[in-house]
């Protein structure tokens, strides 16, 4: 099967006739659901089925569930799943206890998804956080030491991978500095290779994740005139170089307002740069026809999957494993526990 490096969207609970013509005819290689497409469990199934229907039974399905302030599926629906930064709290006091608490979060958070169909995820959240800073990364950290940062990132990954669900790391190399919102306009940090090297050395620590997204954030110490998305040298020279990520990259959301130009140009751009894939969610917008308009043309400007980008897409697409077992309810019930004990604290 020929697909297309892409992930898109869709404009509501279910595909409407268009959006199925367009998967049908791009078939492209993943699509993310955004809060507009999540109402109930019955109801994202019979989604995530109809998208299977269409792109085989294989295709990678995501979702931003990281827990806190960043979740697609809330309660009553859904339960509810701490921030970041409750697992941090665990970890400076117990990091033991933090590292089991992240784990076992993000296993019952894995288990969610792949009930549903949804069988990647669009965390865990690997920057830095730092005070001053714009609160867009905020609570969403685990911490502003890099060690603890990549620490608990790594039993986040091992938890939604041991429920089947494959984890993407981001911002990649690091947005927890940045003093704009990038969803508003594009951030310039000025920090020194050093600071910005220590910030990347969370990532570094879990080089071997089998996703990374792209930061829009530009870096004026490694390239003054492009965003780390639309950075080969940012790309090239960081992610690929000092970092040594070699998993699949894919960009963020190329709606967001720290990019400038028509959607095919921003698309144009990050495959230029060294992304293998575009993410597009039309996330600030609802109506159908203008999701339908956004997804065809980051479709048309998107690639075939090719060479070493096609083989990092199977390697992330495996990672998507079986499940292992687990007890639902007493993993849910002891982490309630461990959570109770902080808040008693």
Not at 108 to 113: C, D, G, Q, T, W
Not at 145 to 174: D, F, M, N, T, W
Not at 317 to 335: N, S, V
Request: glycine share 10%; net charge negative; proline share 5%.
């Amino acid at each position: 099967m020929t697909e297309r490096a892409c992930i898109l969207s869709c404009s509501g609970p279910e595909l409407t006739a268009g959006e199925a013509a367009l998967l049908a005819d791009a078939q492209p290689w993943g699509m993310i659901l955004m809060g507009r497409s999540c109402r109930s469990r019955a109801q994202v199934r019979d989604l995530t089925a109809s998208i299977c229907a269409i792109l085989g039974e294989d295709v990678l399905i995501f979702i931003d569930q990281e827990g806190g302030r960043v979740r697609r599926l809330r309660p009553p629906e859904w339960p509810d799943f701490p921030a970041a930064a409750v697992f941090g709290d665990l970890y400076r006091a117990d990091p033991a206890l933090g590292l089991e608490a992240a784990w076992l979060g993000h296993r019952l958070i894995a288990a969610e998804l792949v009930s549903m169909g949804v069988r990647a995820n669009c965390s865990p959240v690997v920057d830095v956080r730092h005070a001053g800073a714009h609160d867009i990364v905020g609570d969403r950290a685990f911490g502003s030491e890099p060690e603890q940062v990549s620490a608990l990132a790594r039993a986040a990954l091992s938890g939604l991978a041991a429920g089947g669900v494959a984890g993407v790391i981001k911002h990649i190399p690091g947005h927890g500095r940045a003093e704009l919102d990038s969803h508003e306009a594009l951030p310039v940090v000025r920090a020194s290779r050093e600071e910005l090297s220590r910030d990347a050395s969370a990532f570094a620590a879990l080089k071997d994740a089998p996703m990374a997204m792209t930061a829009h954030v530009a870096y004026a110490v490694w390239d003054d005139q492009a965003c780390a998305t639309h950075s080969p040298t940012v790309i090239g020279g960081v992610i690929r170089g000092e970092i040594g990520f070699n998993g699949l990259l894919m960009s963020d959301d190329l709606g967001m307002k720290a990019l400038g130009g028509p959607l095919a140009s921003r698309a144009g751009r990050a495959f230029a740069a060294g992304c293998d894939v575009a993410l597009h969610c039309s996330g600030f917008v609802s109506d159908p026809s203008i999701v339908l308009a956004e997804m065809t043309e980051v479709a048309s400007a998107s690639p075939l999957l090719s060479g070493a980008a096609l083989e990092r897409a199977r390697a992330a697409r495996k990672a998507a494993g079986p499940a292992e077992p687990f007890d639902l309810a007493a993993g849910r019930a002891h982490l309630d526990h461990i959570l109770s004990g902080l808040a008693r604290s």
